[in-house]
């Protein structure tokens, strides 16, 4: 296989998601894309980070997300930031529904990559948005955990 189809490649990554919110639950879901949006992202080409996934009818669609149009497609191209369906079972999609109109949670995009099969997939986190005074304590430990490896690693 060649290493830019390497199974569970990672395509986009919404690195301040685990920051701005927290995040209780996570879900991999299905995209329903046309040819040349897959076409782009197997170039590596997407970002997910300004990208939200909410309800639409009885659908989750996921919202915002920049995939650009595939250059070779000419008229066949996709509009780059279009709502896109995701595939979940109806459960899921109800728990998710109910979450984010009852209890205040968000669907946050945090990975958008293929899998072993090759098929494109996101990871969906269920968070709630941090306070401020939140964001400041999740960043003095991620301070404190990376002076104590280097402590650790200096002390031998």
Known sequence: MAKDKAPGRVVADNRGARYHYEIT????????????????????????GEAYAGPSGNEIFLFNANI??????????????????????????????????????TLVPL???????????????????????????SEKKKDWERERGRLMRDKG
């Open 25 to 48: 639950d996570t879900v991999e879901a299905g995209i329903a894309l046309v040819g040349t949006e897959v076409k782009s992202l197997r170039a590596n080409k997407a970002t997910i």
């Open 111 to 137: 990975k958008l990559y293929f899998n072993e099969n090759g098929r494109a997939k996101i990871e969906l986190g269920l968070g709630r948005g941090k306070k401020l005074h939140d964001k400041r304590e």
């Open 68 to 105: 650009p149009e595939y250059l070779q497609a000419n008229r066949f191209n996709h509009e780059p930031r279009r709502p896109r369906r995701l595939l979940l079972n109806r459960r899921q999609i109800d728990k998710f529904i109910g979450a984010t109109q009852r209890e205040g949670f």
